[in-house]
């Protein structure tokens, strides 16, 4: 790794140290995003799936009961004024029923064919009750409404109330994956996070004591040099700006050490040509 830095320029040191701590933010907004819109698609789908099958239970439930209701107003009802409007409630509570049947068979967070079953069989025993009624067989149709009609509706009854529990404890696992997921999105997050501070202090440390470290060491020579001592060691190598100043700094040093022993060989040399040359005079 430290070679690999002394290898680089400070600015393609500076410049690779910001892209790997870019790179590793990119990659945590990517893994958040895509659990977060993980999030959003089951909290979707509880929406579009548990919580719409429980309404649509309830409404058929409410649908049925109303149903239930007009027939045996039919049956009591004595003004004849009355039973077209009457029947035309029917006619609409009916379609309503089957339309909530529909949309129930769509609905796979829950299993609704029985409760389908028992709406179709109420159906079809408040359908034949209505038939008794238009053919003038009052007493017929209301021993049905007793014997037929009001067992059904109580089938249907209780198996809405028993797949409305079933549904409850569909929608509350669903929550708590939710409420789960966010909890570990949150966690991963922040651990991540973390892990991203601490590579950043590093990376940044690393990278400014590539640079801070040998421009002091530098900066100590010439300061040396400056006083007139040559012998320094700069110990830094590198193919950087710095490494470059340092290897100049090395060779200026060394230059001037030869210049400084020539210079004191000839100064010697003189000296010792100086004092023979005294000597043998008169």
């Keep these: 790794m430290r070679n690999l830095l002394n290898n680089m320029t400070i600015k393609k040191r500076l410049m690779s140290s910001y892209a790997l701590i870019l790179a590793f933010m990119l990659i945590l907004s990517s893994i958040s995003v895509l659990e977060l819109r993980d999030t959003r698609s089951r909290f979707v789908n509880f929406i579009n799936q548990e919580a719409a099958a429980k309404d649509d239970i309830l409404l058929a439930r409410i649908q049925v009961t109303s149903a239930a209701r007009i027939v045996r107003e039919m049956i009591i009802n004595t003004n004849p004024a009355s039973e077209?409007?009457?029947?035309?409630q029917l006619n609409t509570e009916v379609a309503n029923i089957r339309e909530s049947i529909s949309k129930l068979s769509t609905n796979k967070s829950v299993e609704t064919t029985e409760y389908e079953k028992k709406i179709d069989e109420w159906l079809n025993i408040g359908l034949s009750i209505v038939s008794q009624i238009e053919a003038g067989n009052l007493q017929q149709a209301s021993s049905m409404l007793v014997s037929q009609c009001v067992p059904a509706l109580s089938s249907?009854?209780?198996?809405?109330?028993?797949?409305?529990?079933?549904?409850?404890?569909?929608?509350?696992?669903?929550?708590s994956s939710v409420v789960n997921q966010v909890g570990f999105i949150s966690t991963f997050i922040l651990v991540i996070l973390i892990i991203a501070i601490l590579l950043s202090i590093v990376i940044s440390t690393a990278v400014t004591n590539g640079i801070v470290k040998p421009v002091q060491e530098v900066s100590y020579a010439a300061e040396q040099l400056s006083k007139g001592i040559l012998n320094t060691n700069i110990e830094y190598e590198g193919n950087d700006e710095v490494g470059v100043m340092a290897e100049s700094m090395r060779q200026s040093m060394k230059t001037l050490s030869m210049y400084i022993k020539d210079i004191d060989v000839a100064l010697s040399t003189m000296s010792k040509g100086d004092f023979n040359i005294s000597a043998t005079e008169p």
């Excluded at 077209?84 to 035309?88: G, I, M, N, P």
């Excluded at 409305?164 to 929608?171: D, H, L, P, Q, S």
């Design 84 to 88: 077209a409007t009457l029947k035309q």
């Design 156 to 175: 249907v009854n209780t198996m809405s109330e028993e797949l409305t529990e079933k549904v409850n404890i569909i929608a509350d696992n669903a929550i």
